[in-house]
């Protein structure tokens, strides 16, 4: 690398090759940048708010939503608030709610598997998970997560028998939806830490169930 | 005997849901032209109300427009069996289809 580091660390130096932008900016790139300048200009916004904004969005993870199930695994009393009201035993917990919209916890059981999509955009319980992956956003999940829920969850590897009720929520507007999965057999006696280190994303998203491979993942 | 007076306080209007739970609701067949909240697939198909969401929100459709005075009604959370909404539904018949949808797209079924 031509890079010549005065300091010492140990990060791998190919990561250092440049993000470069060569295309053109798009319709809707150039669109976002005259809005935001003119939101700026008129001083209803600052560039430092948009800034802040995005270190908000950025601190936002799986790992978050992955306490709060942890927490719902082990404590009865906070499970049962987290099912009653989403938003605010998410709070409980010090996660912020930023952008005015309310979460409905979705309890996966022996009867019941959830799952969860936007088929108008890509509506996301973004506070408590961050910001979706790809594939939720495309169009060929949005279609086919409500119209053969059965066969999308097969694609991911999840075969839901004939008897158990599979339950697609779609959001559309004000109401954020999370899964509780279920609790694994042979986690008995794990420690908060321990159960929030198998909780995936996927897994609150509802594409597939909390296994204890999952746990180097 | 003393009345409460809390038994005397009038709601205004608009300002207790229209629908609530278990109560069965049409999703109307409309088409507006720009931004609206309500998936086509689900227009005209017939549900149940699951939950009233409290409290009272303003229209997102009309907030897109930034109108958002006098506008708050109740959103429901509303379930559709799947084989109701799919006719060719591959799957079990108690297969549900949760959403929540604004007061001004339902009617009584």
Redesign the interface.
Known sequence: MAQDHAHDHDHDHDDHTPITAEAAPGYYEVMETAVREILIEKGYLTANDIRHQIEVLDSRTPALGAAAVARAWTDPAFKARLLENGRTACEELGISFYDDTQLIVLENTAEVHNLIVCTLCSCYPRPVLGLPPDWYKLKPYRARAVSEPRKVLAEFGTIIPDDVEIRVSDSTAVIRYLVLPRRPEGTEGWSEAQLASIVTRDAMIGVIPVTLEKEAA | MNASPLASVVPALKELPAFSEGQRVRVLERAPIGHY???I?LRRHVGTVERV?EPA?ID?EEEGYGRNAGNRLH?Y?V?FR?TE??TR????P???????I?ETWLEQA
Do not use: A, T
């Open positions: 909240r309500v998936p697939y969401i929100m997102n959103y959370r379930s799947m909404v799919w539904y591959d799957g079990s108690r297969d549900e289809l949760h959403i929540e604004f």
